[in-house]
DNA sequence: CGATTTTGGTAACACCAGATACCGACATGA
DNA sequence: TCATGTCGGTATCTGGTGTTACCAAAATCG
């Protein structure tokens, strides 16, 4: 298996948080895992259909969308390398993804069934149980960033959106300048608003003096009237 | 200590699921928690203080309240006895509570230190792991319940929220002609809009023909239309 | 390099939904 | 019985937001 190249980025993936490389190389063999190459606009896992496995992803990006029933689609999260998805279907009673996961450039992932992280290979090896403790960091971070979504969803107005989102960037970099994570159409999808009236609403702030911007470099200019903003 | 009294609660807590109660009663003395009791209106846990551990309801009523910056309240989930709170904080990086957790009557609660819960009793008790995986799956299942509210908080119009309300009663119940569990105030708050806007919205799909009400009970008479909205 | 695609700002317009106020139907209670 | 409060429907007005379309700058690619 083409797997060795890729140790260096299951390493950093939160599952294996506290495992050696040396480790991990072990474990892979364990665990079988199927990785999977997809293009750009395909499909890593559709809303509806059947939980087949734990995600890694180990090149390129792709998009974890919610879909409604016209299609609306709202962006949750964007994946890269070493990054998790399908964790919280795992272990749950629930069997159908919730979710669909698109390419967003050409990407690999990884796939692992709930089975063999349990631990049902039969021959018990000892580093299960760390597995597991992994797991459950990561499906509460999980849950608490969809607490956190469910925030930004009830904030009605683009502006406090906005507003709540820029104070939590900047409570993450600590900096009153930053770059954002996503381009326009990506955050319009994330705050659930259209991509028109999220330029609308940002060159609104810049004019009154509160922010200023470029592309995807944000500064913020008046703190005080963002907190303010923020409901 | 007087725990005795609560191993037929305990054993109804989704996080002693699969465990008898004599194991719970040995389990207990390794996890040392600590009970602590409150009056009506005392704070359990309150938003934005530190965590200090996975609580359990023994007795009593406590209600969950999350806050949003402009300091309005919203009751997520009553308490009973057995339930569970704070798990998804207990394994999270996240260390300061998102909520606060208000006693509706006298009650006690017990609280476990996350430490205990993994296991770092000494004597490494067999059954932590069984703990940890339903821990697991508890935060799991929260995690698709907000998921499952975030669906509903992205659909945009008013109409499409009822709609996905109405569908969601009708299949609840089998029927197309039901009472509604809550007024119109508490239904609007729900629905995160204005009262007098789904009151409009209401009768305009009543005038459409689409279903028919008399105060809490409502009937639906097209079926068919009210599946094309819930958009 | 030039062609093409992607990205993001802008404007015009329609319309949905919030705010507010008011009213009638009921329920409750002294 | 009348007074009071609650609940829900309705009308008016306004503002915020989606839609659509277009354009310029930047990035990508052959």
Redesign the interface.
């Known amino acids: 298996m083409e797997l060795e190249r890729y140790i260096e980025v299951l390493s950093k993936a939160e599952l294996f948080k506290g495992f050696s490389k040396d480790e991990i190389a072990l474990m892979i063999k364990c665990l079988e895992p199927k990785v999977k190459a997809y293009q750009k606009g395909n499909y890593l896992a559709i809303a509806g259909e059947k939980f087949h496995g734990l995600g890694i992803m180990l090149e390129g990006e792709a998009a974890v969308y919610?879909e409604?029933?016209?299609?609306?689609r709202?962006m949750?999260v964007l994946l890269k390398p070493g990054d998790v998805f399908g964790e919280?279907?795992?272990?749950?009673?629930?069997s159908l993804w919730?979710?669909t996961v698109e390419a967003q450039q050409p990407c690999k992932a990884l796939f692992i069934s709930r089975h063999k992280i349990?631990g049902e290979c039969g021959r018990a090896c000892p580093w299960h149980?760390k597995l597991?403790?992994n797991?459950?960091?990561m499906?509460?971070?999980?849950?608490?960033a969809?607490?956190r979504?469910?925030?930004y969803?009830?904030i009605?107005s683009i502006r406090g959106k906005i507003s709540a989102y820029l104070l939590e960037q900047y409570k993450k970099t600590g900096k009153t300048t930053f770059m954002l994570p996503m381009n326009r159409n990506a955050l319009a999808d994330f705050l659930?608003v259209s991509r028109p009236s999220l330029s609308r609403e940002m060159c609104n702030m810049r004019d009154e003096g509160i922010i200023d911007f470029h592309r995807a470099s944000v500064r913020i200019k008046d703190l005080e009237a963002l907190?303010n903003m923020?409901?």
Do not use: C, D, Y
Not at 68 to 72: D, E, I, L, Q, W
Not at 88 to 94: C, G, N
Not at 139 to 144: G, L, Q
């Open positions: 919610k409604n029933m016209a299609g609306n709202v949750m919280i279907l795992a272990f749950s009673t629930e919730p979710v349990v149980r597991i403790e797991m459950l960091t499906v509460s971070e999980r849950a608490i969809l607490s979504k469910v925030e969803l009830s009605k659930n907190k923020a409901q």
